[in-house]
């Protein structure tokens, strides 16, 4: 279907009967258009200009003969659902009926001009059935296309790409933290040499101590998780803001779902353990005397 | 011993501690020069692939290619455009989607490019010859490895070529081609069965006479600037849109993958912030550890300045090491990440997200080494507050 | 063995204080550590500072190494005044006129003994070659040759501390000061230690050795008794 090129905001006596149409809130921004106006649509191509530059040059003359150009109150403005394929695009559109449409962008020259939709959105009785009907489309009018809506995807989604993308950058970070936590933790162990080496000699096993250890190894996991997830439940709201303020949208970028926060609860404590183990190893195996003497 | 070695020295002395803080800023590191490299890295390929078709400027009939309405008398605007004095060259292009057939009967769908021909053509011919300058019959078509791959067919064999060009169904007879070379199209995607052929051509497959292009392709003459070839548009044709490769790029990032730069400044934000949190605290514990040696080696003589520069040098050695050995991890992380990007549907082949640009490499090490400085301030601090007398009493009485 | 520094100096003052007090300020209230102390110290002395813990000996001793700053008073070191030094002069003058000798003997564990020794006069910019045989020299002179190349770790507790001494006279300096230098090591190898100060004040070094040790305080020709931060007596 055609692109409406045109906006031409124009003051039209509110008495006059016209078609009335939607905009969207960044059209309206974009152009200063209230509810109320009256608006000039036209598909011509250098319509597609602004209508700022429109009314500078003379606008509201009428467009070539053979294109249409109509005139329309704004009934309403609404905010376009939001559509993570169109990020960063302006989303500068109206909603108007078909009819009305098909008028505007219909080719004069085409008897069927008035008769062309890009897709015809059909609503089963049995939503199940969606694979049969496509098939008695494509049997009964060649060249038709007829797609299941909830069906799997053609191709590749550029979601689970960037899913994908998202899980490649969270396994190097889980590899950093790991690292991170493994420095932390031969520290604090290093530290302890002394006192190790002192229960050590009081006569604790060596299985006491590495229990101890871990424990304290599971309460630093377990308390940096929960901090991880308070702060990301803390910052998610700014996150958000952030970018629907950079892409105007009302897209949500960021959201912590329990899933996630059971994820990362699963990851971090188990990563932790293991970092304390590791760390606390190679001193609990060392003989009394050589961890007392530095 | 001056301070690098002292430093080196004091790293040695715990080889696990100091082995992991080098791991630990190598994997900060790897993430952040990747991040970089993703920063501008679409922007720099795009910019790439737009000048290697040997065209700089662009004119449509709307602010974007393929989203609005087609340039209408397209041959007539190419002639006028191309009789500027500033253009050396302006070529129309029109693309439609099709099916090719072979006298076998295999079949694929596939994207057609009719272009206007001249010089130069706005694909590179990799195997067989070019379009001939006269039209034939039957009409010469260059088609892509892809395509050739997909029907076995190679230069001297015909092609049949059909509609539908629009999303209506098409009854119009296939038409046949003779495959005159294979070529490569900048912005084709992997898996996109591409063919090439004169816009006539095209028209012919698609059954339609309208003289109408996407867009018109132009090339200044040397010397010239685009954007003084974008100006003479403008005067000439005010009704079209004319842009210059680097105007393209702004549009392209502000319209489509700016995502991307956005998720590379607040990842490369956060991983820095962990670089200064590992190595700060590294050093800080060193530094806590080792009060009694810096209170001894202040009380034989060593001044304050000797003993920051320590830490300093501490630091610097960490975070150098691992700032280097980031840079073959990155790159190799790099491949993994621009794999996975690329594979997003209707990436153009030649498109990469993640490229090398010696920028990247000198923010890098910018960057590496602000994170040294501000990573060394607070135990560098610790050291230079030292009380010498009271830190030697302490260490006697612990 | 010859030694690394043999002088011949008219009798001149080492280090001289004057009216010397130093105030810690506590939460507690204010604690006095030295209250009003003059004293001289002439070069080539030998002088062993005794008290209980607390008297304010290792205070004295850090106020005549230029470590601490005196509350109140001036301190003169070869004739200059250094009361009034910034902290990087401080530092110039104990890096070539002051050793210390510390009773933990604080040396650098990543180094070797050798290394420990080469390090101040790499501070003070001696050349390479020179700092080696001078290194070697000193090493010969506390009878560690034949551990040079051994980390701290590999040394005993007299061992690291006769390094310690070679290091404390590194750059020649015309004081050393030793903080209990053989409280960390039993009778015989204190003995060994003491044997060594006695030799290098021989050589010419002015010596001031803190300690509660009175086996080590009785071997000095001179002995300060200090308590609660006074020279009580000064015997010779």
């Known amino acids: 279907m055609g692109i409406l090129a045109a906006v031409l905001a124009a003051p039209i006596p509110p008495a006059e009967d016209l078609p009335e149409l939607l905009i969207s809130r960044q059209l309206a921004a974009a152009e200063g258009l209230r509810v109320g106006e009256v608006v000039t649509l036209t598909a011509r191509a250098p319509g597609a200009r602004s209508a700022r530059e429109r009314r500078t040059d003379g606008g509201g003359r009428a467009a070539g003969a053979d294109v249409a150009e109509r005139r329309f109150r704004i009934a309403g403005i609404y905010e376009p659902a939001p559509d993570p394929s169109r990020l960063g695009a302006a989303r500068l559109e109206a909603r108007l009926h078909l009819p009305e449409l098909l008028a505007l962008t219909a080719d004069p020259g085409d008897p069927l001009g008035a008769e062309s939709v890009t897709l015809v959105n059909v609503a089963l009785a049995d939503a199940t059935a969606a694979p049969a009907f496509g098939r008695a489309v494509a049997a009964r009018m060649p060249g038709l296309l007829a797609h299941a809506t909830a069906g799997p995807r053609e191709g590749v989604d550029s979601f689970v790409v960037l899913e994908r993308f998202h899980l490649a950058i969270a396994i190097v970070t889980l590899v950093g933290s790991t690292i991170f936590l493994l420095a932390l933790m031969v520290m604090l162990v290093d530290e302890r040499r002394d006192t190790v080496a002192i229960l050590r000699l009081i006569g604790l096993r060596r299985r006491r101590i590495l229990l101890q250890v871990l424990f304290e190894g599971l309460l630093i996991a377990a308390a940096g998780a929960a901090f991880g997830v308070l702060l990301s439940i803390a910052t998610q709201g700014a996150f958000n803001r952030f970018f629907q303020w950079r892409y105007d949208t009302t897209l949500v970028f960021v959201r912590i779902t329990p899933r996630i926060v059971q994820r990362t609860v699963l990851l971090a404590v188990p990563f932790g353990l293991g970092a304390s183990l590791l760390s606390s190893w190679s001193l609990v195996r060392r003989e009394i005397l050589a961890l007392a003497r530095r | 011993m001056r301070a690098w070695a002292f430093a080196l020295r004091s790293l040695l002395r715990q080889p696990a501690r100091s082995g992991l803080g080098i791991l630990g800023v190598t994997a900060v590191g790897t993430l952040l020069f990747d991040m970089l490299l993703l920063s501008r890295g679409l922007e720099v390929s795009f910019r790439h692939l737009l000048d290697a078709t040997g065209f700089d400027v662009r004119v449509m009939a709307a602010e974007l290619p393929f989203a609005g309405p087609r340039l209408t008398r397209a041959t007539a605007t190419a002639a006028a455009i191309a009789r500027l004095p500033e253009v050396a060259a302006a070529v129309p292009i029109a693309v439609q989607r099709a099916t090719a057939r072979t006298g076998a009967g295999a079949s694929t769908p596939l994207f057609l490019l009719g272009a206007g021909i001249g010089a130069p053509r706005p694909w590179v011919v990799a195997e067989g010859g070019d379009l001939p300058a006269e039209a034939g019959n039957p009409p010469a078509v260059m088609v892509n490895r892809r395509l050739a791959g997909s029907l076995h067919v190679r230069p001297g064999d015909v092609l049949m070529l059909s509609g539908p060009c629009g999303a209506e169904p098409s009854a119009l007879p296939a038409v046949p081609f003779r495959i005159a070379g294979v070529a490569e199209f900048p912005f084709e995607e992997a898996s996109q069965a591409n063919a090439g052929m004169r816009l006539a051509d095209l028209r012919r497959v698609c059954g339609k006479d309208a003289d109408e292009a996407d867009l018109l392709l132009v090339q200044s003459r040397d010397g010239v600037a685009a954007s003084q070839t974008v100006q003479a548009i403008h005067a000439a044709q005010p009704e079209l849109y004319a842009f210059s490769n680097a105007e393209l790029v702004a549009q392209f990032e502000q319209a489509g993958f700016s995502y991307f730069r956005q998720i590379s400044v607040v990842l490369a934000t956060v991983t820095l912030f962990f670089g200064f949190l590992l190595i700060t605290a590294l050093l800080t514990v060193s530094v806590n550890q080792r009060f009694g040696e810096i209170a001894a080696v202040r009380a034989l003589g060593f001044s304050r300045r000797r003993v920051v520069a320590d830490v300093f040098c501490q630091s610097a050695v960490l975070v150098g090491t691992g700032g280097l050995l980031a840079l073959p991890a990155g790159f190799a992380l790099a491949r993994w990440l621009d794999a996975i990007l690329r594979s997003l549907p209707e990436i153009p082949a030649r498109l990469h997200f993640f490229v090398f640009q010696p920028r990247a490499l000198v923010l890098h090490l910018a960057l590496m080494v602000v994170t040294a400085v501000l990573a060394a301030l607070y135990p560098m601090r610790l050291v230079a507050r030292l009380p010498i007398a009271a830190t030697l009493r302490e260490e006697v009485v612990s | ?236």
């Open chain 3, 1 to 236: 063995m010859s030694a690394p520094q043999v002088m011949s100096r008219p009798v001149t003052a080492a280090v001289e204080t004057r009216g010397v007090s130093k105030v810690f300020p506590m939460a507690a209230g204010p604690v006095i550590a030295v209250r009003d102390v003059s004293l001289r110290i002439d070069a080539g002395e030998y002088v062993a500072v005794c008290g209980p813990s607390g008297c304010g000996k290792s205070t004295l001793l850090h106020i005549l190494g230029c470590v601490e700053i005196p509350t109140a008073g001036t301190l003169r070191l070869d004739d200059q005044d250094v009361s009034s030094l910034d902290d990087a002069g401080r530092s110039a003058v104990r890096l070539a006129k002051i050793g210390f000798v510390f009773q933990r003997f604080f040396l650098l564990p990543m180094l070797t003994a050798a290394e420990n020794v080469e390090l101040p006069q790499a501070e003070s910019g001696v050349r390479r070659a020179e700092r080696r045989r001078r290194t070697a020299e000193l090493l010969e002179y506390v009878g560690l040759s034949h551990r040079a190349h051994h980390r701290p770790s590999q040394l005993s507790g007299g061992e690291a501390q006769r390094v310690a001494i070679a290091r404390a006279l590194a750059n020649r300096p015309r004081l050393l000061l030793a903080d209990e230098p053989t409280g960390e090591l039993d009778q015989a190898t204190g003995d060994q230690v003491a044997r060594l100060l006695e030799r290098v004040q021989a050589d010419g070094t002015t010596v001031v050795v803190v300690t509660h040790d009175p086996a080590i305080a009785s071997r000095a020709p001179r002995r300060l008794m200090m308590r609660d931060g006074r020279i009580e007596s000064d015997a010779r």
